[in-house]
C-alpha cells in the first residue's frame, strides 16, 4: 500500500508538535484503562490484571430480588452510584468512537472496561419502569474504612420508579448505554443492538415520568452526587446521543426544541452542556443546522483558552485549569476531551476557525496544543515535577485517598479486617499497600502544591470520571506524538499507516 501525501503545513505542524512531545502517552493511555479494572465490583474475570483486587459484593440487588452484581466503586469508597457512573461509561464509549483506531492493541481493554459498565446497567435497568440509581449505604460505607472484599456495610439498593422518578440518571444511563451500541456495532452487533433497545426503553421512562432522583432516593445520593443544575440536560444529552445513533427526527426535534437551555460552558457527571453542544456540532457543523450548537461549542471554547477575553476558567501560575471544589482534575480531562473533540470537528470542516472577542481567529491547532499542556502536567510537567496519575513516571501519589489501595490485599492478609479495624491504615503515614496503576487523582490547588495525604480526599482521591475521558485523550496523543509513518484518513487528518 502506498503513503499518501501529506500536505507541507500539516505535516510541518505535526513536526512541531512531536518535537515537544515529553511523555509516553502511549504507557498513560495503558495505565488509565488499568485504572478501572481496580474499581471492578462483583466477581472478576480470569483475565484481572488488578490482582490484589478480589470478588466483592457478590449479593448485590438481594433486597429487591433482582441480580445487581458488577459495576463500578466511583471512587475511593465501596458505593455504586449510577449516575456518576453512567457518565464514565458514556465518555468511554465516546472515547473509543473518536479516538479508538488510535488505541493500538489497548482498544480490547477499553472495550473490556465499557462492558463491564454496560453489562450492570443492563441489570440495573431490567425491570421495566424502574432503575436502579445506587447500591450501598453511604452513611455505613463512609463510616467505614473497609476493603470492597470485606464489606459488612448495609448494601441498600437505591430505586427510580414511576412513582419516583429520576430523570437525570435514567436519561444519563440511556446515553450510556446508546453511545456504547455504537462502540460494539462493529464488534457484538446482538450485544450492540440489545444495548441500544434498553437504551430508548430507559430513556422513554426518564421522559415520560420526570423529576430528580434528588427528591426520590435523595437520602442516598446527597449530598454526594445531588444533581444541582436539574436533569434538562440529561434529557437533552440523551436525546441528542439517540438522534446521533438511530437518526430519528424525534429525538433532534427535542434537542432543537430545548436548545435554550444549552448556552451553558459546563461538563461533568453533573452538567452535560458544553458536551452536548460539542457533540451536536459534529453533526451539523457547516449545515443549515448549525446554530445555536456551534456558537455554544465556539462559547465552550472560548471560556477555556488562556488568552480569550471571555474565559470563565482560572490557571493555576503552573499552567493547570483550575475550578473551586475539590477533584479538581475531573475538570481539566473533561475540558480536554472536549477541546479534541472538537478540534477534530473543526479539522473537518475546512480548519475553521473560533473567533473569541476581539482576539485573532483561534486555528483548531490551537485547540490541541491548550489539551496537550493540561495532558501534559497531570503526567508531570508542572512545577513540582508531579505526575498525577498513579504508576507513572517516578513521583506521583502514594496515599491516595481508596480504601482497597490502602489496606494490604485479601490474598496477604485473608483475616477480616472489620470496619473500624481499617481505620489504622487510613490514618497511617506510610504509603498505600496496593498501587492503584492508572488513577488519576483529584490534583493540586490553584497554587500548584499537592499534598499526599489520604486523609484528604479533595486531592487524593481518584474518581471513575476523572479517567474515563482522559482515554480517549491519551488515544490521541499517543498517535500524534509519534515519529512513525503518517498517512490521511478520511475522519481524521493524519494517522499511523
Known amino acids: ?123 440495573a435497568t431490567s425491570v421495566p419502569g424502574k432503575v436502579v440509581a445506587q447500591v450501598g449505604d453511604p452513611t455505613g460505607d463512609h463510616n467505614c474504612w473497609e476493603r470492597p472484599e470485606d464489606m459488612d456495610t448495609p448494601r441498600t439498593s437505591y430505586v427510580v420508579n414511576t412513582s419516583n422518578p429520576g430523570s437525570e440518571v435514567s436519561a444519563e444511563i440511556a446515553a450510556s448505554l446508546t453511545a456504547s451500541s455504537m462502540v460494539f456495532k462493529s464488534v457484538d452487533l446482538r450485544y450492540s443492538r440489545r444495548l441500544l433497545q434498553r437504551a430508548t426503553q430507559v430513556y422513554e421512562f426518564a421522559q415520560k415520568y420526570q423529576g430528580s432522583y434528588n427528591s426520590s432516593v435523595g437520602a442516598g445520593v446527597c449530598p454526594y452526587y445531588c444533581d444541582y443544575d436539574g436533569y434538562m440536560d440529561e434529557l437533552i444529552w440523551g436525546a441528542a446521543w439517540l438522534y446521533k445513533a438511530t437518526g430519528s427526527y424525534n429525538y433532534w426535534n427535542y434537542v432543537v426544541q430545548n436548545n435554550q437551555h444549552l448556552d451553558n460552558y459546563e461538563f461533568g457527571w453533573d452538567s452535560k452542556h458544553a458536551g452536548i453542544n460539542v457533540l451536536v456540532s459534529g453533526l451539523v457543523l457547516s449545515t443549515p443546522k448549525a446554530d445555536p450548537f456551534v456558537s455554544y461549542a465556539d462559547k465552550f471554547v472560548c471560556s477555556v483558552l488562556p488568552e480569550s477575553p471571555t474565559r470563565t476558567v482560572t490557571y493555576s501560575p503552573g499552567g493547570l485549569q483550575f475550578k473551586p471544589g475539590g477533584s479538581n482534575t475531573q475538570h481539566v480531562t473533561a475540558a480536554s476531551f472536549l477541546l479534541l473533540v472538537y478540534s477534530s470537528y473543526l479539522q473537518m470542516a475546512k480548519n475553521r476557525v473560533v473567533q473569541c472577542g476581539n482576539n485573532a481567529a483561534t486555528p483548531p491547532s490551537r485547540l490541541v496544543d491548550v489539551a496537550k499542556s493540561q495532558v501534559d502536567y497531570i503526567l508531570g510537567s508542572n512545577p513540582i515535577k508531579m505526575s498525577y496519575m498513579v504508576g507513572y513516571g517516578i513521583n506521583f501519589p502514594r496515599k491516595i485517598h481508596h480504601r482497597g489501595s490502602s489496606m494490604p490485599s485479601i490474598y496477604s492478609h485473608p483475616k477480616h479486617i472489620t470496619c473500624h479495624g481499617g481505620t489504622l491504615f487510613f490514618e497511617s503515614k506510610y504509603h498505600n499497600y496496593n498501587m492503584l496503576t492508572g488513577a488519576i487523582v483529584g490534583g493540586p490547588d490553584d497554587n500548584d502544591q499537592y499534598i499526599d495525604d489520604r486523609t484528604n480526599p479533595p486531592q487524593s482521591e481518584p474518581t471513575t470520571y476523572i479517567n474515563a475521558p482522559f482515554v480517549g485523550v491519551l488515544a490521541y496523543f499517543k498517535r500524534y506524538t509519534s515519529l512513525e509513518s503518517l498517512t490521511f484518513d478520511s475522519n481524521y487528518t493524519l494517522y499511523h499507516k
Open 1 to 123: 500500500m502506498g503513503v499518501k501525501f501529506i500536505s507541507l503545513k500539516v505535516l510541518v505542524g505535526m513536526i512541531m508538535v512531536m518535537k515537544v512531545a515529553s511523555h509516553n502517552y502511549g504507557d498513560a493511555l495503558s495505565k488509565c484503562i488499568l485504572f478501572f479494572e481496580g474499581q471492578r465490583s462483583g466477581k472478576l474475570p480470569p483475565t484481572q490484571r488488578m490482582t490484589w483486587r478480589a470478588h466483592s459484593a457478590l449479593r448485590d440487588g438481594s433486597d429487591v430480588g433482582v441480580d445487581l452484581v458488577g459495576g463500578y466503586y466511583d471512587a475511593g469508597d465501596n458505593i455504586k452510584f449510577s449516575f456518576p457512573m453512567a457518565f464514565t461509561t458514556t465518555m468511554l464509549a465516546w472515547s473509543i468512537l473518536e479516538f479508538g483506531n488510535l488505541m493500538g492493541s489497548d482498544k480490547q481493554y477499553a472495550l473490556e472496561a465499557l462492558k463491564w459498565g454496560t453489562d450492570y446497567f443492563l441489570k
